[in-house]
């Protein structure tokens, strides 16, 4: 079974920066892609970014473009996000997950980012 576990998340002021990561276990290897996705009180999950390991390709929601990167961590299974200039809006649990032929297949428990003004 394929486990994600994050780690970071916590409390930030608007125009702060900070890193979660997300480590994976278990049958990772046909994996193709990991990624990030939220959701914020009363709003739909929504995709934050993701990176596809055979095409090192990084993509990201308009919304988080040009503020957060997501790398691969070293070689492994795992990545992190890296967010600068919060804002009040990116406020929302953060879910980690990997992708299996052209699916999001498992989730990570999430962790809470909160921005205050």
């Known amino acids: 079974q394929v486990q994600l576990v994050e780690s970071g998340g916590g409390s930030v002021q608007a125009g702060g920066s900070m890193r979660i990561s997300c480590a994976a276990s278990?049958?990772?290897?046909?994996?193709?892609?990991m990624g990030w996705f939220r959701q914020a009180p009363g709003k739909e999950r929504e995709f934050v970014a993701s990176?596809?390991?055979?095409?090192?390709?990084?993509t990201y929601a308009e919304s988080v473009k040009g503020r957060f990167t997501i790398s691969r961590d070293n070689g492994r299974i795992a990545v992190i996000l890296q967010m600068d200039s919060l804002k009040v809006d990116d406020s929302a649990v953060y879910y980690c997950?990997?992708?299996?032929?052209?699916?999001?297949?498992?989730w990570g428990q999430g962790t809470q980012v909160t921005v205050s003004s």
């Open positions: 997950a990997i992708k299996y032929n052209s699916q999001w297949a498992y």
């Open positions: 278990g049958p990772t290897r046909t994996s193709v892609a």
């Open positions: 990176f596809h390991w055979s095409a090192r390709r990084q």
